[in-house]
């Protein structure tokens, strides 16, 4: 068998990471990985088991995890407990508020690194998060770090969630994402052959096109 392809896309939260690397795949004709959504998984099993997250401890959200996989569906993995999609649950405010404690765990570290490396084992992947390019996927033949203006991250965060974009909202929401920034600061840092990309300016389908095109070069 020739050997799968990696394209990497790490950087900060709110960056267009996921859905560009969606896009990204869906051109190529590779699979998505968020690997995010393994952390935000884990999270969200771990509230559903021991709702205090105060009680948590590695074991404990080890043995909550147990429960997940991942699915493919369209051109992206997706997490999956009890055979129900869990998308919706991984994507609120709770699983938000706690997963970065989680992230912190270095065996819960392992379990995501090795559970996308088995996911990844038999395709051509883009496979988005944090350390993707510098841990999980170091010889990874293209390795993008996206980056973008806080501000103007929290804006594209704000019209997703199809909330009105006041003054106040936005000060609130930029806040907010500095701070998420500062607990994964650690493990979101640019290997050091990675092209760093900056969204700021860019539209998603110009930054789509940006990629595709630096994959197409080394191909
Ligand atoms: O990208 P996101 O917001 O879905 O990530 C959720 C959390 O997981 C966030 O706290 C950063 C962390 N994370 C990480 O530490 N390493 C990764 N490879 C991906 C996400």
């Known amino acids: 068998?020739?050997?799968k392809k990696v394209i990497t896309i790490d950087g900060p939260a709110a960056s267009g990471k996921s859905s560009t690397a969606q896009m990204v795949a869906e051109r190529l004709g590779f699979l998505h990985v968020d690997s995010g959504s393994?952390?935000?998984?884990?999270?969200a099993?771990?509230?559903?088991?021991?709702?205090?997250?105060?009680e948590w401890t590695e074991e404990v959200v080890l043995g909550a995890a147990r429960a997940i996989s991942l699915l493919p569906a369209r051109s992206s993995f997706y997490p999956v407990m009890?055979?129900?999609?869990?998308?919706?649950?991984?994507?609120?405010?709770?699983?938000?508020?706690?997963?970065?404690?989680?992230a912190k765990m270095p065996r819960v570290r392992d379990w995501v690194n090795e559970t996308v490396r088995n996911t990844s084992a038999d395709h051509n992947v883009v496979v988005d998060g944090r350390d993707i390019g510098t841990v999980v996927f170091p010889k990874a033949r293209l390795k993008i770090f996206?980056?973008?203006?806080a501000e103007v991250r929290a804006k594209r965060r704000l019209i997703q969630k199809a909330g009105e974009v006041t003054d106040a909202r936005l000060?609130?929401?930029?806040r907010a994402l500095l701070e998420r920034d500062e607990r994964d600061a650690s493990q979101t840092v640019p290997a050091a052959d990675a092209v760093v990309v900056d969204s700021t300016i860019l539209t998603q389908a110009e930054q789509v096109a940006k990629i595709v095109a630096l994959a197409e070069d080394r191909a």
């Open 1 to 3: 068998m020739s050997e």
């Open 38 to 43: 393994l952390y935000r998984a884990a999270t």
């Open 45 to 54: 099993a771990a509230l559903r088991v021991v709702p205090d997250p105060a």
């Open 82 to 102: 009890g055979g129900r999609s869990v998308e919706e649950e991984i994507r609120g405010d709770r699983v938000t508020a706690n997963v970065s404690a989680v």
């Open 146 to 149: 996206l980056v973008a203006d």
């Open 171 to 174: 000060a609130e929401e930029t």
